[in-house]
């Protein structure tokens, strides 16, 4: 069953900062994987896309990696702002199973 | 405007009680999907349906249950609410086939006291 971690769990970084966050999953059959941000209270919107043939996507100041063999992707963020405090999540799929999502990562960006 | 509603946003429910969480899609998505998230948790699959009248069990989904008489409505009941930290509940729906793109309504926190 495929389990994905998120590390750290909390991040507090001064503004304008350039940041990575992790996300690690088990299994190697990983097909899709997908960040998300969620505002406190709010529900989820999607960030990034990294399909199958996939390895990275980009969007802005963002950008993620995929990397099947080790079971790791990584979110950068570029000059990072207040606006960007949020819980970061990752999620994967294998082949047209459920997500599985990761804890997250709670981001604080001080100005 | 398209999107998931899902209502109310805040519930409070006395321990022991059932509470019935709607959740509503005008987006013409087959599958639709609940999640519980905790706090500073991840989010955990409770129960899923890919077509009207048919539902599958999640990874947590003693103590719930669901209907799927419409497609556009998937509400979740919590049987015999448990006392807990309060819980988030998040709806999502998506395409058949397309679990990896799904849109998530805004959420509903139940505290049972």
């Known amino acids: 069953k495929q389990e994905v971690t998120q590390i750290p769990a909390a991040l507090s970084v001064p503004e304008g900062e350039n940041l990575v966050l992790n996300c690690s999953f088990t299994?190697?059959?990983?097909?899709?994987l997908q960040w998300f941000r969620q505002d406190p209270g709010k529900g989820l919107t999607s960030l990034l896309l990294i399909q199958s043939s996939q390895r990275e996507q980009t969007s802005g100041r963002l950008n993620a990696s995929l990397d099947k063999s080790s079971g790791r992707s990584t979110l950068y963020i570029a000059a990072s702002q207040p606006g960007d405090s949020a819980t970061y999540l990752c999620a994967g799929d294998n082949a047209g199973n459920m997500l599985t999502f990761g804890g997250g990562t709670r981001l604080m960006v001080k100005p | 405007d398209g999107g998931i509603t899902q209502s109310p946003k805040y519930l409070f429910r006395k321990e022991g009680q059932n509470v019935t969480l709607s959740c509503e899609q005008n987006?013409?998505?087959?599958?639709m999907y609940w999640y519980r998230q905790d706090p500073g948790q991840g989010l955990r699959l409770i129960y899923y349906s890919q077509i009207v009248n048919d539902f599958q069990k999640g990874d947590i989904a003693e103590g719930y249950s669901v209907s799927r008489e419409k497609k556009e409505s998937f509400p979740l009941t919590v049987t015999s609410a448990q006392k807990n930290p309060t819980v988030f509940y998040l709806c999502?729906?998506?395409?058949?086939?397309?679990?990896?793109?799904?849109?998530f309504g805004p959420g509903t926190r139940l505290t049972v006291t």
């Open positions: 299994d190697s059959a990983i097909y899709n």
């Open positions: 999502a729906s998506s395409w058949r086939g397309r679990t990896y793109e799904q849109y």
């Open positions: 987006l013409n998505h087959d599958a």
